[in-house]
């Protein structure tokens, strides 16, 4: 007769997998922050071509270290090519929406990426998705709604730069899922840091401008990097660690380390409409993985 898992190994993985999410968090944050204060003085295209070859150098070692191909075949493939393309339409919008808007508006906005992920999955990968689920999907969107207040006194049209650079992310999660599996997250995170680097060099093309970056510019760059491979890692363990239903949603507690570096940080506080958003997105978000657990 089969035994059933152990219970407390299994809670002892939940605990470690979430832990493990909550530090991922922190480092996205981290990430986040530093790139801002970059941007404060160097051109955008600049710091995602800096960020890129750091992300590409740090990725490219780990796939050597796994004994594996830094270029695989696979990776001229028409998913990889889209997974690139959305990348850097993430990337380059969310970029701009962390060096003109807010950090913590753009990152309550950017917690709408599950949502649009369940939304899109219907379409492309024809997932069946309940009623309840779809009025979770558009309260979800509501509080994007909240946040960006289009037709208000708050409004600002570079919120959209967020929701375009969340809809990059979306589209580079769905292209992940259907990417070739015989490629390990180093060899992903070497083509996800390469989209970067082209994205950059892509800006910098359309409106020029290359500045020298002085030290303290060079170590936020670098702390970007440390921080960003760091949370990759610790993301992609966590994911593998507990189970999806425990670990997913606590990774809307960015939200939180966001708010708390744009008020220390930036000086940012946030008014009651762009709190609500968050909580209803973030709120709308956690309901949509309890209920895919009780499915």
Known sequence: MTSSPDLATLRAGNLKGALLMVLAMGCFALEDMAIKRATAHLPVGEVLVLFGLGGMAVFSILTLRRRERIIHPVMAEKVMILRAGFEIMGRVFFTLSLALTALSTTSAILQATPLMVAAAGVVFFHERV??????????????????????????????ILAVLGMIGFAGRDLTTRAA??????????????????????????LYGGWIWPSAPDLG????????????????????????????????????????????????????????????????????????????
């Open 130 to 159: 309940t009623l309840t689920r779809w009025a979770l999907i558009a309260l979800g969107f509501l509080g994007v709604l909240l946040v960006i207040r289009p037709g208000l006194d708050g409004f600002t049209p570079l919120s």
């Open 180 to 205: 070739p599996t015989v490629l390990s997250y180093a060899q992903l995170g070497v083509t996800g840091f390469a989209a970067l680097v082209a994205s950059g060099l892509l800006l910098t093309l």
């Open 220 to 295: 936020f760059v670098a702390l970007a990097v440390i921080v960003g491979v760091s949370a990759y890692t610790a993301l992609t363990m966590a994911m593998r660690m507990g189970e999806l239903s425990v670990v997913t949603p606590f990774r809307y507690i960015r939200l939180l380390f966001a708010m708390a570096l744009g008020a220390l940080v930036f000086g940012e506080r946030p008014d009651a409409l762009e709190l609500a958003g968050g909580a209803v997105i973030v709120g709308a978000g956690v309901l949509l993985m309890l209920t895919a657990r009780r499915r």
